[in-house]
């Protein structure tokens, strides 16, 4: 791998995991990016990397023992009663389930975070996407929610701290939802600076009530469009990343706030995630020696995602 690249994170196993027919957040989400990369052109310019698995070591350095157990427990109950001629998915919340695969799926999505990790720390790249599902930005510390099993995000961002004792991380997150999960695991931590923008009220409902000093939550109205939010990003964002000198930069990088996609109803278009990621870019070169880890998070309308992707990536990977 040479210095500059744009690593690019992906894995057949976060295919595998899907939680019944008709459910947005799908394998198919995966395909539609890669169809866009290779039409594009822009997978050319991507370096792409081994994704391993997770340890589960790893994984507690941001959730609970007991919930990674459950969920391990549960997703081989799930293979055991499927032999025996069960069902196919077990449901956790209303819009929450699991499949046999589930469990390895996730492992895989935070291991990618970890290898990109590892990778642009090392300076083997300058930054990297990790294309993975299921996301991680609903998940608390012990609880799965909203898609979400294992915070993807907040294990990179708690491993770049731990275990390469790094001393001022900061987190972005552009999901047209408030990432609670983050926020639970990471609130209070000094040498954390999370900032959010999200519409409410909205899913999962929280966010703007007396966030901890390290949250820069910004809750915005259905419809704000994708000018206003450039707007309160930089007066908001951009000052408190500048005064907080980040090592290093997570995205949680959800496209669901794009026009397009009726999750939800905000504003954006990719000429506005594309602008943001410049913003983040620019915030990684100054301090940050350009290291950045972003994750997939929300996008549940194919085509809009797959141009948000491309778009996000053009600006990573300087193309």
């Known amino acids: 791998m040479t210095v500059g690249k744009t690593g690019y994170f992906t894995h057949r196993d976060c295919w595998l995991h899907e939680m019944g027919p008709g459910h947005p957040e799908c394998p198919a989400r995966l395909d539609a990016i890669e169809d866009r990369l290779l039409v594009s052109g822009v997978g050319d310019a991507l370096e792409r990397c081994n994704v391993p698995l997770a340890s589960l070591a790893e994984i507690e350095l941001a959730h609970d023992p007991m919930h990674i157990a459950a969920l391990q427990g549960l997703t081989d109950r799930l293979e055991q009663e499927l032999a025996a001629g069960?069902?196919?998915?077990?449901?956790?919340?209303?819009?929450?389930?699991?499949?046999?695969?589930?469990?390895?799926?996730?492992?895989?999505?935070?291991?990618?975070?970890?290898?990109?990790?590892?990778?642009?720390?090392?300076?083997?790249?300058?930054?990297?996407?990790?294309?993975?599902?299921?996301?991680?930005?609903?998940?608390?510390?012990?609880?799965?929610?909203?898609?979400?099993?294992?915070?993807?995000v907040a294990v990179g961002v708690k491993y770049a701290l731990e275990r390469h004792h790094l001393k001022r991380v900061a987190v972005i997150d552009f999901d047209v939802h408030h990432g609670n999960g983050t926020e639970d695991i990471l609130a209070g931590d000094p040498r954390v600076l999370m900032c959010g923008i999200f519409q409410h009220p909205f899913y999962p409902f929280s966010g703007d009530k007396d966030p901890a000093s390290n949250m820069l939550n910004v809750p915005v109205a259905a419809y704000t469009k994708g000018m206003d939010i450039r707007e309160i990003i930089e007066m908001m964002w951009i000052p408190r990343l500048e005064a907080f000198k980040p090592e290093m930069i997570f995205i949680s990088a959800g496209f669901d706030a794009h026009r397009e996609d009726d999750m939800g109803q905000l504003g954006m278009t990719e000429n506005d995630f594309a602008w943001i990621t410049a913003r983040i870019k620019d915030i990684a070169r100054r301090f940050s020696k350009g290291r950045i880890v972003s994750c997939l998070e929300g996008g549940y309308v194919m085509d809009p995602l797959a141009r948000s992707v491309e778009a996000h990536l053009r600006v990573l990977a300087d193309i």
């Open 86 to 152: 069960g069902p196919e998915h077990r449901q956790l919340d209303t819009d929450t389930s699991i499949n046999r695969h589930t469990f390895k799926a996730a492992l895989r999505a935070a291991g990618a975070t970890l290898a990109a990790t590892d990778a642009v720390l090392a300076g083997e790249l300058e930054n990297a996407f990790c294309s993975v599902r299921p996301p991680g930005h609903h998940a608390t510390r012990n609880q799965a929610m909203g898609f979400c099993f294992f915070n993807n």
